[in-house]
Nanobody, 117 residues
Framework: QVQLVESGGGLVQAGGSLRLSCAASRNIFSINTVAWRWYRQAPGKQRELVAGVTVGGNTNYADSVKGRFTISRDDPKNTVYLQMNSLKPEDTAVYYC?????????WGQGTQVTVSS
């Protein structure tokens, strides 16, 4: 079993920045991790993929966050980050990290990000 613990959410004004962190309770290579991903879900909307990074280092981003958000990994710490700059009110959502591994698919508990106008 793998637990993911997220941190870094909060309230920020439009144009501001936040960095989300998500730490796994086990060595990600011991469970044959394929990729880390960040998703978000706004009230009344479906959960959407925000960004992803494979163990090989390939990244992908939703069009709505390209150029503003950056996903990165710290493998020795079994942690993934989401740096969010130039935040907009429409970025307001609960953000979830996801770890896709050969042995399973794991989710964090979610962290609230609120961007005020």
């Amino acid at each position: 079993q793998v637990q993911l613990v997220e941190s870094g959410g909060g309230l920020v004004q439009a144009g501001g920045s936040l960095r989300l962190s998500c730490a796994a309770s086990r060595n990600i290579f011991s469970i044959n991790t394929v990729a880390w991903r960040w998703y978000r879900q706004a009230p009344g909307k479906q959960r959407e993929l925000v960004a992803g990074v494979t163990v090989g280092g390939n990244t992908n981003y939703a069009d709505s966050v390209k150029g503003r958000f950056t996903i990165s990994r710290d493998d020795p710490k079994n942690t993934v980050y989401l740096q969010m700059n130039s935040l907009k009110p429409e970025d307001t959502a609960v953000y979830y990290c996801n770890l896709a591994a050969m042995v399973g698919n794991y989710w964090g508990q979610g962290t609230q990000v609120t961007v005020s106008s």
